[in-house]
């Protein structure tokens, strides 16, 4: 059973149009995250909710918008698609490091974009 | 800017050998580091964490070394095997902000039977 998964796994669309990728995680963790990994492989935080909560939101241009319906969901909206934006995108979810003793992330697959 | 860098986008090592990924930070104010592992069309997954206060950690085959002086810390596999060939990823994090993770680009490591 997948813990985090995410969908569509490939995308494929037109520059100008708007896209969503979504996520979910059954780990019960409290924070899920977006990650972006461009053409250099630098995997670069975008967002992360804790439970329901933005709390980081890195410079990301204002076309992509997450939203986090319940601590289990997250998902992206890209608004009009830009070549630029062609990257694998990685949704995540972690539990408190003071629980876990690691903190580490738990990744989906991964979602490549191609704006063509 | 990137605070954790990779700079050996690959490595070859053959079987039964020691595979040695270096990992760098410019950042002292770092104090968590973890090393994750990642095949061709899956996520990253975890595989070994180091807090600062330590030097070493050991699981297994693999041993993380954290060099805070040099702010350099390195992922040790012994013996390499051929299921061992992957690309591996250091990240950091800070203790105010555990929840942000600074990634490298990553190691691509092969190992040859």
């Known amino acids: 059973d997948t813990a985090v998964s995410q969908t569509p796994k490939y995308l494929v669309t037109q520059m100008g149009n708007d896209k969503s990728i979504k996520c979910e995680q059954n780990l019960g963790h409290d924070t899920m995250y977006w990650y972006k990994q461009d053409s250099k492989k630098f995997l670069k935080i975008m967002f992360s909710?804790?439970?329901?909560?933005?709390?980081i939101n890195e410079t990301v241009p204002n076309r992509f918008s997450p939203k986090s319906p319940d601590k289990a969901h997250l998902n992206l909206h890209i608004n009009s698609l830009e070549l630029g934006d062609s990257a694998v995108y990685f949704c995540?979810?972690?539990?408190?490091?003071?629980?876990?003793?690691?903190?580490?992330?738990?990744f989906g697959e991964g979602s490549r974009l191609t704006v063509l | 800017d990137q605070q954790v860098k990779q700079n050996s986008p690959s490595l070859s090592v053959q079987e039964g050998r020691i595979s040695i990924l270096n990992c760098d930070y410019t950042n002292s104010m770092f104090d968590y580091f973890l090393w994750y592992k990642k095949y061709p069309a899956e996520g990253p997954t975890f595989l070994i964490s180091i807090s600062s206060i330590k030097d070493k950690n050991e699981d297994g085959r693999f041993t993380v070394f954290l060099n805070k002086s040099a702010k350099h810390l390195s992922l040790h596999i012994v013996p390499s095997q051929p299921g061992d060939s992957a690309v591996y990823f250091c990240?950091?994090?800070?203790?105010?902000?555990?929840?942000?993770?600074?990634f490298g680009s990553g190691t691509k490591l092969n190992v040859k039977p």
């Open positions: 995540a979810s972690s539990q408190e490091r003071v629980l876990t003793m690691t903190g580490e992330l738990f």
């Open positions: 990240a950091a994090s800070f203790k105010d902000n555990f929840n942000k993770f600074y």
């Open positions: 909710y804790n439970n329901k909560e933005l709390i």
